[in-house]
């Protein structure tokens, strides 16, 4: 499939920075999780301290099993961010990324149209999630 995804640690702000562009199969899912692996061990922070960024404005609708294996993700509590913002450019995954969140959504994880804000918001400490 055409899923590409990008990530970027910065140790130094204890910031993960990620970007997934097009339809991911389960190959690619399979690489992302990965490298998401990879980079979060090179935290410099205690487990679940890090802050993370998900820019997924170019993401396509995904199908059923690739938002369930996001969800997963978002859930497995070895790799959970202290907060998460996520930037999305539709509605259609606006609602994808919401049913994936689940409850998490106004806690510590928020939905953003634009990274300079989300990265604001991250950085921003006890700033309640818009």
């Excluded at 910065?10 to 389960?26: C, K, Q, S, Y």
């Excluded at 487990?47 to 404005?57: A, C, F, G, K, T």
């Amino acid at each position: 499939m055409d899923g590409t995804f990008e990530l970027s640690v910065d140790p130094e702000r204890d910031l993960l920075r990620t970007r997934l562009a097009g339809f991911f199969d389960h190959q690619v899912m399979q690489r992302y999780k990965t490298a998401r692996t990879l980079a979060l061990r090179q935290m410099r922070c205690g487990p679940n301290q890090h802050l993370s960024l998900i820019d997924q404005r170019n993401l396509k609708i995904q199908s059923q099993d690739i938002v369930a294996a996001f969800a997963d993700i978002m859930r497995d509590p070895g790799g959970r961010s202290r907060r998460l913002a996520i930037v999305v450019a539709t509605s259609l995954t606006r609602m994808q990324v919401l049913r994936a969140a689940g409850d998490r959504i106004g806690k510590d994880v928020a939905l953003f149209l634009d990274v300079e804000e989300a990265e604001r918001w991250l950085m921003t400490q006890d700033h309640p999630a818009p």
